[in-house]
């Protein structure tokens, strides 16, 4: 498989903040010269995707700021127009708030042509995740029909988000599921107390 040099595409960045921690996401577009109406329209499917979200994101979920950077170039700029998010899925649990900031969801894709990708979403708050209390597997991963949430993001994904690419600039095709994991550089920095 060929590697890509990672101003290959169009980005976009999206800076947040969610349970006391700042995270990055990254997405692609595959538009040819990254002409700005081409991120314009990214940024649109990643707020989109973020709405999907935004009723299982934990309250303090902020986003600081929405960036691009256009194909062959590697300073990002600040975008006109910017992802919002109203989360309203509460806050963890008193004795959870720890393990929620460092758990994360993580969306699995691969190009067509055959890139893996993976965005990672760090905040989304559910029982399965936060205290597993909920009554599906506890296998880290959520499942189809575990979660209409996630359900409803991956159906997006897979039929609405249609400007996201892989690295090298091909349509992504998503997996059926989202798997969840305590990130182990959060978790290094939660045991020296940061």
């Known amino acids: 498989m060929s590697a890509f040099a990672p101003n290959f595409t ?4 999206v800076r947040y903040t969610t349970i006391g921690r ?14 700005d109406a081409g991120i314009g329209a990214l940024v649109v499917q990643i707020a989109n995707f973020w709405a999907d979200l935004q009723g299982s994101l934990a309250d303090d979920t902020a986003i600081i700021s929405t960036e691009f950077c256009r194909e062959g170039e590697s300073v990002f700029l600040p975008s006109v127009v910017g992802v919002t998010v109203t989360p309203t899925g509460g806050s ?6 720890k393990r929620a900031s460092a758990q994360h969801l993580s969306f699995v894709a691969r190009s067509s042509g055959g890139q893996r990708w993976i965005v990672y979403q760090y905040g989304f708050l559910a029982d399965q995740i936060v205290d597993n209390t909920a009554p599906v597997p506890d296998d880290f991963r959520i499942n189809p029909g ?9 159906g997006d994904l897979n039929g609405v988000f249609t400007t996201f690419c892989g690295n090298d600039g091909l349509q992504l095709t998503w997996q059926q599921y989202a798997n969840m994991k305590i990130n182990d550089n959060v978790l290094k920095k939660i045991r020296k107390g940061a």
């Not at 169009?10 to 960045?13: L, P, S």
């Open 92 to 97: 963890p649990a008193a004795n959870s708030v």
């Open 10 to 13: 169009a980005r976009v960045r």
């Open 22 to 35: 700042q995270h990055t996401q990254m997405w692609r577009t595959p538009v040819a010269g990254a002409l």
């Open 146 to 154: 575990e979660d209409a949430t996630i359900d409803s993001t991956i």
